[in-house]
């Protein structure tokens, strides 16, 4: 049966890799079957920057790593497409302002080209994506279509929510936005 792609950019990754392990490359549903993916550019990016090397040490681990090593596919053509679909996203984003990064734009890029929902809390990215018509889902979004599908139980979504909290490291919209889509109020931090 063949499964949908979809890309997480750095944030979704992070908030979610190390409690839903292993997160790639894994099916999951029954009569629709998705398939979770980051960029290669997210390892760049880990590398480049000390402050999420410090905050997320755990990615660096070898069981991380090689969840990561399995990159979606991107045929020569899609790469051509890519890299000149780059400069015109990244202008437009700087000519509206957007604090939106390289490794973000390249995401938004790679997903706007494979026609594929990226999954992205930055609500830079999301007014850049909806600018080009880039399918996006929220992580909490990501989290209502596993528990949806029984790839997880609510209780892991309450406890990495509880995390998120206590690490201070909530999405935009966070208490809306868990309510709507699980019906409850948010845990408290723990």
Same mark, same amino acid.
């Given at each position: 049966?063949?499964?949908?792609?979809?890309?997480?950019?750095?944030?979704? *990754?992070?908030?979610?890799? +190390?409690?839903?392990?292993?997160?790639?490359?894994?099916?999951?549903?029954?009569?629709?079957?998705?398939?979770?993916?980051?960029?290669?550019?997210?390892?760049?990016?880990?590398?480049?920057?000390?402050?999420?090397?410090?905050?997320? =040490?755990?990615?660096?681990?070898?069981? *991380?790593?090689?969840?990561?090593?399995?990159?979606?596919?991107? =045929?020569?053509?899609?790469?051509?497409? &890519?890299?000149?679909?780059?400069?015109?996203?990244?202008?437009?984003?700087?000519?509206?302002?957007?604090? $939106? =990064?390289?490794?973000?734009?390249?995401?938004?890029? $790679?997903?706007?080209?494979?026609?594929?929902?990226?999954?992205?809390?930055?609500?830079?990215?999301?007014?850049?994506?909806?600018?080009?018509? &880039?399918? $996006?889902?929220?992580?909490?979004?990501?989290?209502?279509?596993?528990?949806?599908?029984?790839?997880?139980?609510?209780?892991?979504?309450?406890?990495?929510?509880?995390?998120?909290?206590?690490? +201070?490291? &909530?999405?935009?919209?966070?208490? +809306?936005? *868990?309510?709507?889509?699980?019906?409850?109020?948010?845990?408290?931090?723990?």
């Amino acid at each position: 049966m063949a499964h949908t792609n979809i890309l997480l950019d750095s944030n979704a *990754y992070f908030r979610l890799a +190390r409690s839903i392990h292993p997160l790639l490359n894994q099916e999951f549903g029954d009569t629709k079957r998705y398939r979770l993916y980051v960029i290669a550019d997210l390892e760049k990016e880990f590398a480049r920057s000390r402050r999420l090397q410090n905050k997320f =040490s755990w990615v660096d681990a070898q069981e *991380y790593r090689d969840n990561r090593a399995c990159k979606i596919q991107i =045929s020569r053509k899609e790469q051509k497409v &890519i890299k000149q679909t780059y400069d015109y996203i990244a202008n437009h984003a700087r000519s509206e302002g957007l604090g $939106t =990064s390289y490794v973000d734009i390249m995401a938004l890029v $790679t997903a706007h080209v494979l026609d594929i929902q990226i999954v992205t809390d930055d609500q830079d990215m999301l007014a850049l994506a909806d600018a080009f018509g &880039i399918a $996006t889902s929220t992580t909490l979004g990501l989290m209502h279509l596993m528990l949806d599908t029984k790839h997880i139980e609510m209780d892991v979504v309450r406890q990495i929510c509880e995390y998120w909290q206590y690490e +201070r490291d &909530i999405p935009a919209n966070f208490r +809306r936005d *868990y309510s709507t889509l699980f019906g409850e109020e948010p845990p408290p931090p723990f």
